[in-house]
């Protein structure tokens, strides 16, 4: 069954947006698993893999705190409490599909997918400022293009797009 990576990721904001409002709130009941699935279900049969909502959500999930000192210092005038929720979720996303799933996702497609969440999600400015931080990234990570073309030459990609 063919995969749908973006819809995949979507699904990921949406879980890990609901999830850090409901454990803010200290709502007893909050489970991240819970949440997946049923953010899942209506998309499952268009989703196709569901592993990969699974195992990004909890990833980024598991490393909250890791993910934002981490922007801490890639965007100073904004402390991270401040950012608006969907944006901070869509910079963790971006920053740990960036920063770890380099040898599976392509550096610039996280980026992109990132940017397109923050189009489709975030406010009007939204899209700049993940583009401009994770950008910066980017450079802080010290990917240097060889290693991005041997990178993206490796996820066996035929169509412009991710290995799925």
């Not at 009941?29 to 953010?39: G, H, M, P, T, Y």
């Not at 380099?102 to 397109?116: F, L, M, S, W, Y």
Request: aromatic share 6%.
């Amino acid at each position: 069954m063919a995969s749908n990576r973006h819809l995949g990721r979507v699904i990921v904001l949406q879980s890990l947006y609901e999830y850090e409002l409901r454990t803010l709130a200290s709502d007893p009941e909050v489970d991240l698993d819970v949440i997946i699935a049923k953010n899942i279900e209506p998309y499952e049969k268009a989703l196709g893999d569901t592993e990969f909502v699974y195992n990004l959500t909890h990833k980024v999930a598991e490393n909250f705190e890791t993910l934002d000192a981490a922007l801490t210092p890639l965007a100073p005038e904004w402390p991270i409490s401040s950012i608006a929720a969907i944006d901070r979720n869509v910079l963790r996303m971006g920053l740990y599909e960036l920063s770890e799933c380099g040898d599976t996702i392509p550096p610039k497609v996280a980026i992109n997918e990132a940017v397109e969440l923050a189009k489709a999600f975030g406010s009007e400015n939204s899209s700049k400022f993940i583009n401009g931080v994770l950008g910066t990234a980017y450079k802080k990570l010290g990917i240097s293009e060889e290693n991005n073309e041997a990178k993206s030459n490796s996820v066996n990609r035929t169509d412009g797009k991710e290995k799925t």
